[in-house]
């Protein structure tokens, strides 16, 4: 089952505000994943994290390994309609070990 | 970034009969590949995964028998749907591992997913 707590759940925001996401877990993770999904599509991979405490951007988008490696976020500045869709972040405890999904937040952007 | 394909994107059947839905890694061999269920507005549900060369493993409450999975390449994955009820319509998706040596090793890759529809 899943063992990741994403949240929020959902946001409603307008075009150009900042968004805010994480995950958080009570195990320990050595690979942090941010995906984004279109209704209809897969997965695409956004951001992948190796190290703890991390820092990587991919345009728009910010992404931190938690010191701890119990947790990570996603940050998207300046939002845009085309950011619309669902966000899952995943984690992998040990190299190829399966990947732990957390529930996914809905993103809507009001133009 | 590395690039998954699922074939077909679309099927409908009726019921009884079997779908073959195919995964391929395109830019990358895949040691690893991934069979993934979701239901709507529900995240991802790992059902198997498979390693080129060696049977499957299955979720617990998977049928293997029904769920027939063949990994006979390090880019070519299949899954079959064998005797499909409308129960198994759902978005399935696969998911690709590179294998160490490439960049990004221990990232999973997904394909656009195939959507299955059982009358």
């Known amino acids: 089952g899943q063992q990741l707590n994403q949240s929020p759940q959902s946001m409603f925001i307008q075009e150009g505000e900042d968004v805010s996401m994480n995950c958080t877990s009570s195990?320990?993770?050595?690979?942090w994943l941010w995906y984004k999904q279109d209704p209809g599509e897969g997965p695409v991979l956004l951001i992948a994290?190796?190290?703890?405490?991390e820092l990587t951007s991919n345009g728009r988008l910010t992404a931190q390994f938690g010191i701890t490696r119990k947790d990570s976020f996603l940050n998207i500045s300046a939002s845009i309609p085309s950011d619309v869709g669902i966000y899952f972040c995943?984690?992998?405890?040990?190299?190829?070990?399966?990947?732990?999904f957390g529930e996914g937040t809905q993103l809507t952007v009001n133009p | 970034g590395a690039v998954v394909s699922q074939h077909p994107s679309r099927v409908i059947c009726k019921s009884g009969t079997s779908v073959k839905i195919e995964c391929r890694s395109l830019?990358?061999?895949?040691?690893?590949m991934f069979w993934y269920r979701q239901f709507p507005k529900q995240s991802l549900m790992l059902m198997a995964t498979?390693?080129?060369?060696?049977?499957?493993?299955?979720e617990q409450g998977v049928e293997k028998d029904k769920f027939l999975i063949n990994h006979a390449s390090l880019t070519l994955s299949t899954l079959t749907v064998t005797s499909a009820h409308p129960e198994d319509s759902s978005f399935y998706i696969c998911s690709a591992r590179s294998h160490a040596g490439v960049r990004h090793t221990d990232t999973q890759y997904f394909g656009p997913g195939t959507r299955l529809t059982v009358l």
């Open positions: 830019d990358f061999q895949a040691t690893t």
């Open positions: 498979s390693n080129e060369g060696s049977k499957a493993t299955y």
């Open positions: 195990s320990i993770f050595n690979t």
């Open positions: 995943a984690g992998r405890r040990t190299s190829g070990s399966r990947l732990t």
């Open positions: 994290l190796y190290k703890a405490g």
